[in-house]
């Protein structure tokens, strides 16, 4: 596969226009929404940058869970009390109230479990591959990021300077990133990159 | 609401809505002339409707006169029509409660069923009516069964012997007059725009006129309505759950020696609260669907009023599984014979069908969110809720007045710890079926009877709402809806 | 109304993290404190374990004391964070942002304060692994109708579950730590936490279903840990006062005031302690003090109803045993102490207006109640055990000794120490939740008056 690379545009709190014509012109320059992304550092409403609403399969994961910890539940509870046939306060061995207890914690367990498994898949964590990334971001700037090869990432920078982005940055996957044109941030950029 | 005054410039490329959202009027006038043209109305419908339901409580009216006859000296035949008694607490006289609790808790998508739900406090004075003969059905305490009051077979004059026929009737009283002033208060302004705007000298303008009692709208009015509503909600609320309590208690298990279960008065108050959100999914339903107000409620109730469904569902099993796992555990032979009598002896089959209708049921369809969020399914599983509630009601007070030796002081029920035998099941005869639809019919009859007085829709509370409700606005690219809170 | 202060998220970043970021003078000694009074309580239980269990005052008939009335009390306290946080969230109330985070890891410490107790009081903790099903050489397995194999499948569920949910709420706070730490491995241990969270649409949109969907997932789990404690009780019919059909929901409701107190507590500790007064205002304790006095009255109407049941029996044991319980010393004084503190001297208080919006009020008043909600579980389970019973050889009364009280101090200190830990590695306020409510705030005037207005959906 071929290494992947970043560009982020910054727009500063205050911007969101801006930041959603950004989103404009690259799907107009035919990048997908799946190369570019917005970064913000707190959750906007719905479709305030005109993003694609993102598409999710997050309810069946409790679902499953829940399946899951029940057949774990029954089978643990009626295996063990059948393995082990002793007979207490005069109720039969399988006995549904006390079993029904421990089967329902087994659902919740499961559910739960596979919920925040589920949360982490669809929120596409953990994620090794930061690119482009500036910490003002969690301070109420707000990003535009392409995550594309080379050549297209270029491109993109060049589109995200004519919207008016603050600051454009780079982030490489490899360990070279080509010498920029006209950014003086550039050199520090390597640094932003994290890995998690 | 896309159609807002308030709306921003953005309007033509407004969100997209939902044709299942309630649109209402967005100006005053409109809404208030909108409202009470609809109330000034009357359809076939209606006239169709009273019919049906008129025919029904003929047939009640029928069965009730027939046990009237046969006395009121035999418990056992009088099972089926307590359990509407309380099948009636449990559903009308609960309903006002989905208008109250939002209202405390500031929810706005209430706003176009509270008058819907408070309106079923008017089946109070059914209920009232209802309750009368039962003061005669249930035996005084000197037949030596165990009480809240603290009698004393030794000094039967110490407390006396009807102390649990006092009381009910003062809290079942207690109830009916607030729900009725709590209705009356929330109609005090809609009274003044219908005698403002009905014809001159009819009827109905006669009655609004008289009932607004001077109903002018200076701020001080509406401060008064505001503080009346909240002091009399939280106290239809606890009166509510006073008359649960002592129906429970003195009506029902009392009459089963050995059932001490401390939890039940409240499971019983519990259910009142799951079967008041199905009914007003259905009247709610109703109301959208065969009398027009689809501008008004739309999918936001039946959604919110699903959810509520959803989670006392949980609620009922947790209350039943509570008290049954107690009495279950611990084996002792007076619970168990309880336990035997009314879930897994006679009525077995019948229990079984509260458990799917009731809990069953509702949660696994309830669970989906197109199910929960659709304008069919809240109302389909109303049905189910209220079947359900209908069979429990039925499963134990038909079990428990059938207990041999109720109102018999030779029988010593005190120190008996458990029933001696178990009665056999009793199924209804063509009477019984005549009082359970009997009281159904009149449950709605009364209710449709009460709309012709009170706009089923309130409607300051809908004009309140455009105050608060500023609609979508556009928000960058996006548009976001605007709710302002009222305090 | 809800006043507000309108904060960029700059500022916000600073004021919230100065906890992490940096430390307060305070800090140090506190924790220095608590860790004596751990260990302390850590070397009693050692003694304990050395010794055996005589060390305790437990001898027949009350074999249940301090350490389980301690266990039911933190069991309690746990309730409030999921309280809290998953219902305010499930009903969008706005007042919860400030106070989710601190609700849900109390509920985290203090289930693991819980779980001390139990396991110190078995005797041989070392064995405590026998509830777990892992015997397969011997094939002797759990009894599954046992209270006691109930209770640690719910309270590991709920420890499990309410534990995963801080950490999924965590995950953007932990994002800005990352930002704004100055040190190259702090930055790398944060990095490492927060599993690389940019804050792209798709992960704020993750945020916001879990939020929900795991509150909906932990609230019957929630639900069904204090029922299943109650069972530990109400299924056994030797006990007079424990047989109770109400008991599970008599124990959520308790657990709800005491834990819902816990909340409000340390709401005031947060202004006290870390200046956190233009996030938590006055109208949050107007809020939460309005939903109290909801859930004390409901509290005490369950309260009532048990008692009303217990008459009700017309059962001499019972009948006794409650005498017991109100006229004789020192249960009478003790019982007379829980009703002033749980609830006739702080609902009273909390009805004036002054006292609602006062975070000194406020944490008087719920350390009160968590005082009385304290001596409530002592009230239900040590007389039932030490009253006279026609078979028991020996009776008598119940004293606590110096083991128990030092490992029951432990517990108090440990949920502080933990609490106070947590707060210096994490933000106890979630930020991206108060800026989130700052984004979503709107202002408009009707007349005269401005109306607070949210963003909805």
């Known amino acids: 596969m071929l290494a992947k690379s970043s560009v982020l545009g910054l727009f500063p709190e205050g911007e969101e226009d801006k930041a959603a014509d950004a989103l404009d012109a690259l799907r107009d320059k035919g990048y997908t929404h799946s190369e570019y992304e917005i970064i913000t550092g707190t959750p906007y409403p719905e479709g305030t940058f005109g993003e694609e609403e993102p598409k999710h399969t997050l309810f069946r994961w409790p679902l499953m869970g829940a399946a899951c910890g029940f057949i774990v539940g029954l089978v643990l509870t009626s295996g063990t009390q059948l393995a082990y046939p002793l007979v207490t306060g005069g109720k039969p061995i399988l006995s549904i109230p006390p079993m029904s207890i421990i089967m329902y914690e087994g659902t919740m367990l499961g559910a739960i479990i596979f919920t925040v498994i589920g949360v982490l898949v669809e929120s596409r964590l953990p994620r090794f591959f930061m690119g482009a990334y500036d910490e003002r971001i969690t301070e109420g700037y707000i990003g535009v990021t392409v995550t594309s090869d080379r050549e297209r990432a270029l491109e993109a920078e060049e589109v995200l300077k004519e919207i008016g982005a603050e600051e454009v940055k780079r982030g490489w996957e490899d360990s070279d990133p080509p010498e920029s044109t006209d950014d003086p941030e550039a050199p520090e950029s390597a640094e932003d990159e994290q890995d998690a | 609401m896309a159609s807002s005054a308030h709306a921003a410039p953005h309007e033509h490329e407004g969100p997209h809505v939902d044709p299942r959202v309630a649109e209402p009027p967005t100006s005053p006038a409109e809404t208030t002339e909108a409202l009470v043209g609809k109330f000034l109305r009357v359809g076939d419908n209606f006239w169709r409707a009273v019919a049906v339901f008129g025919v029904l409580t003929i047939l009640g009216i029928i069965g009730v006169v027939v046990r009237l006859i046969n006395g009121v000296g035999d418990t056992i035949i009088w099972g089926y029509y307590v359990a509407m008694f309380s099948f009636m607490i449990t559903t009308a006289s609960a309903a006002p409660m989905v208008a109250i609790a939002p209202r405390l808790a500031n929810g706005h998508w209430r706003r176009p069923l509270s008058r819907a739900a408070e309106l079923w406090s008017v089946v109070g004075l059914l209920s009232l009516l209802w309750f009368i003969p039962m003061l005669w059905i249930l035996p005084p305490l000197s037949d030596g069964r165990r009480s809240l009051w603290f009698f004393d077979m030794s000094d039967p004059n110490a407390v006396p012997s009807y102390t649990p026929h006092i009381w009910a009737s003062a809290a079942i009283l207690g109830l009916v007059v607030t729900g009725l002033a709590l209705l009356w208060v929330s109609s005090l302004p809609d009274f003044a725009s219908i005698a403002q705007r009905a014809p001159q000298g009819s009827r109905q303008q006669r009655i609004a006129k008289w009932m607004a009692r001077g109903w002018q709208g ?3 009015q509406w401060f008064m309505v505001n503080r009346r509503l909240g002091i009399l909600g939280a106290l239809y609320f606890m009166m509510l759950i006073f008359v649960h309590f002592l129906i429970s208690v003195d009506f029902l298990m009392t009459l089963v020696p050995g059932w001490i279960d401390s939890l039940y008065p409240i499971t019983h108050a519990a259910n009142a609260l799951q079967a008041a959100a199905a009914t007003m999914v259905l009247t709610a339903w109703v109301l959208r669907t065969f009398c027009g107000y689809e501008r008004y409620i739309g999918i936001d109730q039946i959604w919110g009023l699903g ?26 032979p007076s619970e168990q014979a309880v336990i035997e009598l009314l879930t897994t002896g006679p009525y077995l089959f019948v229990f079984m069908a509260v458990f799917m209708l009731c809990f069953v049921i509702p949660l696994w369809t309830l669970v989906w969110n197109p199910v929960r969020k659709s304008l069919w399914g809240p109302p389909l599983l109303a049905v189910s809720v209220l079947l359900g509630t209908l069979l429990d009601r039925i499963r134990l007070y038909v079990g428990a007045y059938s207990v041999d030796g109720i109102g018999n002081p030779s029988v010593d029920k005190l120190h008996g710890l458990e029933l001696d035998h178990l009665p056999k099941a009793v199924w209804p005869d063509i009477f019984d079926v005549f009082i359970v639809v009997g009281a159904i019919g009149a449950t709605i009859l009364v209710y449709m009877f009460a709309t012709r007085i009170f706009p089923v829709i309130n409607i300051w509370e809908q004009r309140e709402l455009q105050l608060y409700d500023r609609g979508h606005e556009s928000y960058h690219r996006g548009h976001v809806r605007i709710m302002g809170k009222s305090e | 109304m809800l006043e507000h202060v309108h904060l960029d998220q700059k500022t ?14 305070w800090w140090l000694p506190t924790v220095i404190f608590l860790l004596i009074v751990v260990f302390t309580g850590l070397g009693a239980f050692g003694y304990m374990m050395n010794k055996g269990l005589g060390v305790t005052g437990l001898n027949r008939p009350v074999l249940w004391g301090f350490f389980l009335v301690n266990f039911v009390f933190w069991i309690g306290i746990s309730h409030a964070g999921i309280m809290i946080s998953a219902i305010l969230r499930l009903t969008q109330a706005e007042w919860r942002r400030p106070v989710t985070r601190a609700a849900e890891v109390m509920t985290v410490f203090s289930l693991m304060a819980a779980l001390h107790t139990p396991l110190f009081h078995v005797g041989r903790p070392w064995r405590d692994f026998w509830v777990f099903p892992y015997d397969f050489a011997r094939g002797v397995w759990p009894n599954v109708r046992s209270p006691f194999v109930w209770d640690p499948s719910a309270v590991m569920t709920y420890l499990i579950g309410s534990s995963l949910f801080v950490f999924i709420a965590l995950l953007p706070d932990l994002a800005i730590i990352r930002d704004r730490a100055k040190n190259v491995w702090v930055k790398r241990l944060y990095a490492g936490l ?16 879990a939020g929900i969907l795991l509150s909906a997932l932990v609230l019957p789990v929630f639900v069904s840990v204090h029922s299943i404690v109650s069972w530990d009780f109400a299924v056994l019919i030797g006990v007079e006062t424990w047989h109770s059909t109400i008991f599970a929901p008599y124990f959520i409701i308790g657990a709800i005031h005491s834990g819902v107190s816990a909340v409000a507590m340390l709401m005031a500790l947060g202004v006290w302690m870390w200046k956190l007064d233009n996030y938590i205002r006055p109208d949050h304790f107007d809020a939460i003090a309005r939903l109290l006095i909801v859930v004390a009255t409901t509290w005490f109407f369950f309260f009532f109803i048990e008692w009303v049941f217990a008459l009700y029996t017309l059962e001499g044991p019972e009948i006794g045993m409650r005498e017991l319980q109100v006229f004789e010393w020192p249960y009478s004084g003790l019982f007379i102490l829980f009703l002033l503190t749980a609830y006739f001297i702080p609902v009273p208080m909390w009805m004036f207006k002054s006292v609602r919006r006062s975070a000194f009020w406020m944490l008087i008043t719920t350390i009160l109640v968590n005082v009385g909600m304290w001596i409530e579980r002592f009230i239900i389970i040590i007389p039932g055990l030490a009253r006279r019973q026609p078979l028991t050889f020996d009776w008598g009364t119940y004293h606590p000794s110096l083991v128990e009280i030092l490992i029951v101090a432990e517990t108090f200190a440990f949920v502080a ?24 705030r709107r202002e408009f005037k009707i007349g005269r008056r401005t109306i607070p207005a949210t963003v909805r959906e």
């Open chain 3, 12 to 25: 916000i970043n600073k004021e919230l993290l100065g906890g992490v970021l940096g430390t307060p003078r």
């Open chain 3, 417 to 440: 120490l933990g609490m106070l830990l947590f707060s210096k590695m994490f933000p106890l306020i979630p930020l991206f939740d108060i800026k989130e409510g700052m984004t979503n």
């Open chain 2, 218 to 220: 200076t701020s001080a």
């Open chain 3, 194 to 209: 927060c599993l690389g969270w940019r804050g792209t649409p798709r992960q704020w949109k993750m945020q916001a279903i």
């Open chain 2, 307 to 332: 959810k509520l469904m959803f989670a006392l569902s949980l609620l009922w099993f947790w209350f039943w599984f509570s008290s049954f796992n107690v009495l279950w555990f611990g084996k002792k």
